[in-house]
């Protein structure tokens, strides 16, 4: 009797495009919760099942084949189609319990986070959310590399065929600075910056740029707390956004929030996700974070910071 021939496996598709996006059979095996040995082994069961080798792989080196090439859009299709069936299924309660993977920004987390996810377990009771945070940048690769299903971020992601958007939030720019510091007086204190590596830094710096204003260099954060403790320690100021004011504890109590002192601008929070991977869910998961900012946040940003005059704006 003929041996049959090697079964297909959603979890062998699964394995091959964890393993090429890491361009390691370690890292996918890590990435994946897997030993090595497993990943290799699916990756050969694979391959038998298409009979055609994918992926030249040794201690040295790890490529493509050009069936290999061929192959992967196919099984990043499939990937996405079955996250958007299972995504369909738990929103109309027929499925077993789905993880959804999120990373999402400093900003979000002593705020809204927390009741938005609220918000999506009683909505959806069969799902569970994994949430990490990080930079805008950082959150836009973990959602390439599949490593996150859902991003949060902000002025990262041009326009692109693999990802669905649905923006969330105008967030202005404001000027911050130490309590006792009149607006008027800041160019004669120090000035603390965001880190040059991340975007929000590297968009205030433009800005500063083009209205001729070029503070000395000096501090560099890449976290809202540390900038606001410094700058409040200074005597300084700085240039933050009303979105990261108020989502940062006692941010209030170390620096006063004032308008700018150059030409107003703005960056758009949203949320992000492959394109049709997870059906419907996404655009109800914006749409439960727009009511968490509103409720948290934007329905008394004007009385609490008067300047803004509605520029703290829910988007859709």
Not at 21 to 39: C, K
Not at 116 to 127: D, E, G, S, T
Not at 235 to 254: K, M, V
């Given at each position: ?105 400093e900003e979000l ?97 433009a800005q500063l ?46 620096v006063r929030a ?59």
């Amino acid at each position: 009797m003929d041996n049959p021939d090697p079964p297909f496996t959603f979890r062998a598709a699964q394995v091959f495009v964890a393993a090429v996006e890491a361009a390691s059979v370690t890292r996918a095996a890590h990435r994946m919760g897997m030993a090595p040995s497993s990943v290799s082994q699916q990756l050969s069961t694979l391959e038998a099942a298409l009979g055609a080798k994918l992926i030249e792989r040794s201690a040295r080196h790890f490529r493509l084949t050009r069936a290999g090439e061929v192959f992967l859009p196919a099984a990043k299709a499939l990937l996405d189609d079955v996250s958007a069936a299972k995504a369909q299924l738990v929103m109309a309660d027929q499925a077993p319990p789905m993880t959804v993977r999120v990373a999402s920004i400093e900003e979000l987390d002593a705020t809204v986070s927390a009741p938005w996810l609220l918000r999506l377990k009683v909505r959806f009771p069969n799902i569970s959310v994994t949430l990490s945070s990080g930079a805008s940048h950082e959150n836009h690769d973990a959602l390439s590399s599949r490593a996150v299903d859902v991003m949060m971020a902000v002025d990262t992601v041009a326009q692109a065929d693999w990802v669905d958007q649905h923006p969330i939030l105008r967030d202005p720019f404001i000027l911050v600075t130490a309590p006792d510091l009149a607006a008027d007086a800041i160019l004669s204190r120090p000035f603390v910056r965001y880190s040059g590596d991340l975007q929000i830094g590297r968009q205030i710096e433009a800005q500063l740029r083009r209205s001729g204003v070029v503070p000395v260099r000096g501090f560099e954060f890449s976290t809202n707390q540390a900038l606001f403790a410094m700058t409040a320690e200074l005597g300084g100021w700085a240039i933050t956004t009303a979105l990261a004011f108020f989502g940062t504890p006692l941010a209030g109590d170390l620096v006063r929030a004032h308008a700018l002192p150059v030409p107003a601008f703005a960056r758009v929070l949203a949320l992000h996700t492959r394109a049709g991977a997870l059906g419907e869910l996404p655009a109800q998961m914006a749409e439960d974070m727009r009511g968490c900012l509103t409720d948290r946040i934007v329905r008394d940003a004007d009385t609490r910071v008067p300047f803004l005059d509605g520029g703290l704006q829910i988007l859709r």
